[in-house]
């Protein structure tokens, strides 16, 4: 079994920063590609950036320039660095990872922007 649990929401006023953490542990051989995904209140949950295990990175349009995706392969640790965040960033953020062809998720850590 996998568990995935993420850290470093909160709340900040528009244009500020935070990084989120999120680390994966247990019954891991190898893990593939992680990412984060987040969904605000009554909307479906989209991916937002994901990195493979060669540190190949994609983006959401709606992030691409402002948020940074990285890892550490050796701690399973995947971070989100989210940079000049808006209103519409809202939402709880939730990490992934893939591990023998399955995906986990976490639990989700709120984000909060205030105008």
């Known amino acids: 079994q996998v568990r995935v649990v993420e850290s470093g929401g909160g709340l900040v006023q528009t244009g500020g920063s935070l990084r989120l953490s999120c680390a994966a542990s247990?019954?891991?051989?190898?893990?593939?590609?992680m990412g984060w995904g987040r969904q605000a209140p009554g909307k479906q949950r989209d991916l937002v950036a994901s990195i493979t295990s060669g540190g190949r990175a994609d983006y959401a349009d709606s992030v691409a320039g402002r948020f940074t995706i990285s890892r550490d392969n050796a701690n399973n640790t995947v971070y989100l660095q989210m940079n000049n965040l808006k209103p519409e960033d809202t939402a709880v953020y939730f990490c992934f990872c893939t591990a023998a062809n399955r995906e986990y998720w976490g639990q989700g850590t709120q984000v909060t922007i205030s105008s």
């Open positions: 247990g019954s891991i051989y190898s893990i593939g590609t």
